[in-house]
């Protein structure tokens, strides 16, 4: 594969900032109760303290995952499980995840999305050391903002989500609404050709690393093929996954006629991705987790999840049948395209029937209805981020830097930012924020027309425009970077960066 793939973002960002010494006061042993005891309890290794607060326990382990009925292969999990373990809590609890490294070589854990303190966002070489193989950490917040929001590897982190590193966490409002069904729908990707190249890899006794780097694709006959980033991307995988299955194996939602229901779509991979609700109104309800101000429904359109983005749906269930939710990548239909079965009780048997009807694509800008944020308008600092590539695609670069030579965003606790962002590459960048959340307020020099757009990932297309504002309340050293994982792996990191 591409020399720039060698990167991860881990070693870039070691080479920039070393806190290994200063950040082992946040890294606990935990004496009672170990980890790898409470991963074998029933209910998903939950309990809580004498002091209220809810504990994970949460390993990450080498296992079989069986992602089809006639394909099963190694995968990295969180206890066992493809998803990993859903971390499920609510409003205002105390939280714990006592995390164990059972892998063969380092990792780290991030809480995407959530407004954690900065020495619990799971960066090394940001916020603290790699947890080695055997080593244990401990990762708390308290649960201050609902939403739908999810945890994942942030250390050699294309391979590590690609090999199963990911699981949801959901924070459930205070006066929830109750539904009938409330369910995680984790989209990726697999790749045969690189399960290929990690087993020959590991055989061959080389880093974990060199799959990922090689500036070509094996076959493993000898040949190999070189292609630019998107093109070998596109040769490369092959399968597109749902909650941890593939094909036939993808569990059906069956459902009765008028049911409530939120569906909280999480984009775990590398692809946009395109999602077609067919024949059904359907409504917006929570972007990155976020509620949407006053969402309408709607039809026929489609729904594109970047990489990192989370959107939580609810479907008016009143057209009884057997429907196909369509779920494919935007870059690579061809390949990478699957149905997520919705079925009413009675239907089981029939044919899934997919939408037919003419499609228009979900503009973010213009669904739910405006309302005014005052405290976006005294705007303190200004600044630019221009997302391009260089050397064919080799390398991915914010304003013309690429780590580790990190763009540093400078700023104090307080500041209102507004950040101009601009895609001058040919591929989508989704931009992920590490500890905030951001307003979206204009698209290609058009102000925002429908509801506030309040996200922590924003995907960028190519030649697109964005302005969003930032409130600088979380201080720290932050990461900002692309959820592309590869892009961010081959130099497309920056740093939110607080005086102090």
Known sequence: MMKHLKLTVIMVLLGVILLACSNQSSTEKIVEDTISEETNQENNSVKADSDGKVIFAIEAIEGQWQYSSDRVTRAWMYNGKLPGEEIRVNEGDEVELRFLNSLPEPTALHLHGLPIVNEMDGVPGITQSVIQPGEEFIYSFTATIPGTYWYHSHENSAEQLFRGMYGAIIIEENNKKEYAIDQVVFISEWSAMLEEMYDETEQNGESH?????????????????????????????????????????????????????????????????????????????HYDGQPVNEPTFITNEILLIAPGERYDVEINLNNAGAWGIEIYAEANEEKLYTILPLVYEGYENERLQINNEPLSTFDITKYGQSQQIERINNVTKEFEMILASNDGDDTFTINGKKAPDLEVYEIEEGDVIKMTIRNNSRVDHPMHSHGHFFYVISKNGAAVQGSPIFKDTLNIKPDETYEIVLIADNPGKWVFHCHELHHAESGMISLIDYAG
């Not at 493993?220 to 749902?242: A, Q």
């Open 209 to 285: 690393g060199n799959a990922h780097g090689a500036s070509h694709a094996s076959h493993g006959n000898g040949n190999s093929i070189e292609l630019p980033h998107n093109e070998m991307m596109n040769e490369m995988y092959d399968t597109v996954v749902i909650n941890g299955k593939a094909e036939a194996d993808i569990s059906s939602f069956v459902v009765k006629e008028g049911d409530s229901n939120r569906l909280r779509f999480i984009n775990s991979g590398l692809y946009t991705q395109t999602i077609t609700i067919p024949n059904h109104e359907f409504k917006i309800t």
